[in-house]
């Protein structure tokens, strides 16, 4: 979309996105460690299989909590140039 060579491009893109990514990921996978291994294991004795619907709404908690550890990571990288506005 911006006339890059593929090489620049690839970089382009692992910069825009490698941060967020990974703020979302730290935010999904640390909210599914706390309520699995610190709420349900603790409380109830039991993991939630990923074929339970109690998973999926775990998910679910997990998939905000790493919108909100992503979102400020995106505006940073949009106000610094790095990613382009939607």
């Given at each position: ?28 996978y ?21 074929s ?5 709404c ?19 990288l ?9």
């Amino acid at each position: 979309m911006r006339d890059l060579s593929p090489g620049r491009g690839l970089l382009a893109a692992l910069k825009a996105d490698a941060l967020s990514l990974t703020a979302w990921h730290v935010g999904m996978y640390g909210m599914m460690a706390l309520l699995v291994f610190g709420v349900f294991q603790p409380l109830l004795g039991v993991r939630p299989e990923a074929s339970s619907p109690v998973f999926w709404c775990v998910m679910q908690l997990a998939m905000l909590a790493g919108f909100a550890t992503a979102y400020p990571m995106a505006w940073w990288l949009v106000r610094r140039g790095v990613k382009e506005r939607m």
